[in-house]
Every structure is written in structure tokens, then in C-alpha cells.
């Protein structure tokens, strides 16, 4: 039983660190069609599948998710932020280009929160062009920021050349990137709101309808509807091919998607990105789970306590309780547990002390490290401390004790020796007052 415990607890780090990306095989079977793909569990940080995730791709209208991002960062008001329609602008859009209907409204004031439906929903081009120019104060500084941010959010694969996603040889991005900034653009004002809406009618403006059909019960009878979908944001450009990127939530997990260049004809017409997503989504609800692995109640290994009367030792135990993502026919046999816990403790000991760490490998695969600490209090006794201290520096100081007592004895025969000298001197001068005093009377 102990050792059945010992290699489900190894599997404590998924929970509580963040994983490295594929450190583990989850054995996603999903036959993906997009060029490069990232599935992350939002609840644990585990990555559960990856293809060519660091490959640069051209991102296409995904760059919005960023767009609105500086947008949302340095406009606290979406409705009480109006912004000038302004023809120059948006001129030198190409007519076929997406959008949601700016050029009818030159001169009038929309709000940002319109605007920003109209980036989201219709992948409006020129929303994204009237909002980069508002935000940044022109165009090419509001680029910059959007570069400066996905460097501070850690991206090193992406570099953008406009906020709306045409195609630009030296705009690009990766899908691990591209789920770095969707994850933080999820945390901003009204985002998952706005993303996860199908339809919204801004005022003077027709009814603007979301390109993510996974939201989308009505769109060509639900061919691609995925009822725990939430937003996010779509994208196509010949060169890019079908873009997505979107989260899902169902029985209290939520998972990441992002897929980049799935290829696509007007002939066959089948948006591929749609399909893997919706593929990778069930497979990872129907074969992925989390379970309670560790607890307060587990022993991960008992510690020697000192300065206590007897054989005590102290338990160790997990922190907290533990989840783990995990397959459902996961591997024991590749679990490698590593406790290094202190060899021996000191009392007084507290129920939560940190007596060590847990060491957890899978595979082969490090995926890090967490603490375990006391199950309970033992106090200290006063009188096996205080002879064990004195036995303890006896111990470590041999030679100084040494030198003490031979300096102790050396002083006691000093002693001695003083003292049977004295009491000789007082023997012969009594000796000689006995035979002065005998003289006197013999005269």
C-alpha cells in the first residue's frame, strides 16, 4: 500500500508547478490537420499536446487577441471613450476586407467597447485600424507596443508589423506564444464577454456576427458548434491558412486551444481549425482528469526527532491536498519518486514545519519539486537537551575538553602539591618553636 502511495504521489508536481511544455506524454491520438497547434489545461498549467508550437506562423486576424490587449490596458472606459471616425485612417483597405462598417460612419464618435466589438466579432480591420491609431496616438507606435508586450509576456516567436493581421512577410507568431497572450488577454476587461458573444448590434451600425462558428448553433445547422466553447478569435489569409484560437469549459476544467495554418480551399470549403479544435477538446475531456493523489492525511516518510525521550519521529506529509491532471491509463511504472527530507530533526517541532522536499520525475521527465512538512507537535525535553548539548560539545570539542581536564588535573596536583608544602612548612616550624621552647627550659 505504501508503495502504491509513493508513486501516486509523485504525480503531486503537475498540480502544484507549472510544466514545462510536453513533459509529459498524455497520448493524444487526435490526427491534426493545422500546421502547428498548443492544448493547454488552464486549471494545472499542463500541456497535454503540442505540434511544431515554437514553429513561426503568420497569426492573420489572431493578432487581434493582442490588439485588444493594448487596447484594453490603456483605456479603463469602453463606453465613455469615444473616438473619431477618421477617413484617412482607414483608407487603402482592401474592399474585400473584413470589417464592421467604419467607413459609412467618417467624422462620428464610437465607443471603444463598439469598436472593440467590431475588432472581435467581424474581425473588423478597420476597427483595429481606428483603435491603434486612437491608443497609440498613430499607428506605428501602437506596433511597438504591441512588440514591447509580447516580449513582457514572454513571447520570443512573435513579431508584428500591423494591429489587424494582413499579411506582412515579417509578422508572425508561434502557438505557444499566441496562448501566452491569449491567456493574459483573458484576465482584461470584458474580453471573454466580448469574444464569446455571437451577435451584437452596435448603435447606427448593423448586427455584427462572430466568425467563430464554434459558438454558433444556427451557422450552416451547427456543423461546427461546440457548446462549451468560449471565445476567443479566429483568423484566415491565403498565406496563414484557418486560424483559431479558443478556450472551453466543461465539467470544472478548462482547456486552451490554439491552432495556426490548418489549410483550407474555397472548394472544399471545411474550416480544419475549427474541426481539430473541437477534436483535440473531446479527447481531452473524454481521456484527461484530475484526482486527489496526495493529502495531509499521507505519509510521504517519517523524520528522527532529538532532544525527546525514546525512538520518536516526527510524519511528513504533502502541504496541502494535491490534484494532478492525469490519463486515464497513465503509466505507474515510469513514476520516480526523490524525497529529500533532513535526516534528523530538533525538538520543539511545529505542525507545519518544513522538514524537506519532494523530488518528481516521469519518464525521465523532471517536473519539479514541492515541500512536505510536520503532521504534528512534539515538545522538547528540557533534561535529555540539556545532557545531550553537554554530550553534543563534548563531542564536536574533544580537544578542548582534553586540554581542560589535563589543565584541571594539573591545577589539582598544583594543589595538592601547595598544599602538603604548606603543611610541611607548618610541621617544621612547629618543630623548630617545640625544640626552642625545650632549650629555654633545660637552662
Not at 444556427?218 to 478556450?247: M, N, Q, R
Not at 484530475?290 to 506529509?317: F, H, L, N
Request: charged content about 20%; some cysteine.
Amino acid at each position: 500500500m505504501k508503495r502504491v502511495i509513493s508513486i501516486l504521489f509523485a504525480l503531486l508536481i503537475i498540480a502544484v508547478c507549472v510544466i514545462p511544455a510536453a513533459a509529459v506524454d498524455y497520448g493524444c491520438n487526435v490526427d491534426t490537420v493545422s500546421g502547428a497547434v498548443y492544448l493547454e489545461n488552464l486549471d494545472t498549467g499542463a500541456v497535454v499536446y503540442e505540434k511544431n508550437s515554437t514553429t513561426q506562423m503568420y497569426p492573420a486576424s489572431t493578432t487581434k487577441i493582442m490588439t485588444y490587449v493594448i487596447t484594453a490596458e490603456n483605456v479603463t472606459d469602453f463606453d465613455n471613450t469615444m473616438v473619431e471616425i477618421k477617413e484617412d485612417v482607414i483608407t487603402g483597405l482592401d474592399p474585400e476586407s473584413t470589417v464592421m462598417g467604419l467607413s459609412s460612419h467618417i467624422g462620428e464618435q464610437v465607443s471603444v467597447r463598439d469598436l472593440l466589438y467590431g475588432l472581435m466579432l467581424p474581425s473588423g480591420n478597420d476597427a483595429a485600424l481606428v483603435l491603434a491609431d486612437y491608443v497609440g496616438s498613430g499607428i506605428p507606435h501602437f506596433v511597438e507596443m504591441m512588440n514591447a508586450k509580447a516580449a513582457e509576456l514572454g513571447c520570443t516567436g512573435t513579431h508584428f508589423m500591423n494591429p489587424h493581421g494582413l499579411y506582412d512577410a515579417d509578422h508572425y507568431t508561434t502557438a505557444h506564444d499566441m496562448a501566452l497572450i491569449a491567456k493574459h488577454a483573458r484576465t482584461l476587461n470584458s474580453f471573454m464577454e466580448i469574444t464569446s458573444t455571437v451577435y451584437y448590434t452596435p448603435a447606427g451600425f448593423e448586427t455584427l456576427h462572430n466568425t467563430n462558428y464554434m459558438l454558433d448553433q444556427s451557422f450552416e445547422g451547427g456543423a461546427y458548434y461546440y457548446p462549451y466553447t468560449k471565445g476567443i478569435k479566429t483568423g484566415y489569409l491565403d498565406e496563414a491558412g484557418k486560424c483559431l484560437v479558443t478556450t472551453a469549459e466543461k465539467d470544472g476544467f478548462t482547456y486552451l486551444c490554439v491552432c495556426l495554418g490548418a489549410n483550407y480551399s474555397y472548394a472544399e470549403d471545411v474550416n480544419y481549425a475549427m474541426k481539430d479544435t473541437a477534436n483535440l477538446y473531446n479527447w481531452a475531456y473524454e481521456n484527461l482528469g484530475t484526482q486527489t493523489v496526495y493529502g495531509p492525511s499521507d505519509t510521504v516518510t517519517t523524520v528522527p526527532v532529538k532532544y525527546v525521550w525514546g525512538d520518536k519521529t516526527v510524519t511528513a506529509v504533502p502541504e496541502k491536498e494535491v490534484f494532478a491532471l492525469l490519463p486515464n491509463s497513465f503509466n505507474k511504472d515510469l513514476i520516480v519518486v526523490d524525497i529529500n527530507c533532513k535526516d534528523v530533526v530538533e525538538a520543539p517541532v511545529k505542525k507545519g514545519d518544513v522538514l524537506g522536499t519532494v523530488s518528481v520525475r516521469y519518464d525521465d521527465m523532471d517536473l519539479g519539486t514541492t515541500n512536505v512538512v510536520a503532521a504534528q507537535d512534539i515538545e522538547r525535553d528540557g533534561l535529555n537537551y540539556t545532557l545531550s548539548k553537554i554530550g553534543e560539545f563534548i563531542k564536536t570539542h574533544i580537544v578542548l575538553v582534553l586540554i581542560i581536564v589535563v589543565v584541571l588535573i594539573l591545577l589539582i596536583i598544583l594543589l595538592v602539591a601547595a598544599s602538603s608544602a604548606r603543611r610541611r612548612r607548618k610541621a617544621r616550624a612547629a618543630r623548630a618553636r617545640n625544640r626552642g621552647t625545650a632549650g629555654r627550659h633545660s637552662r
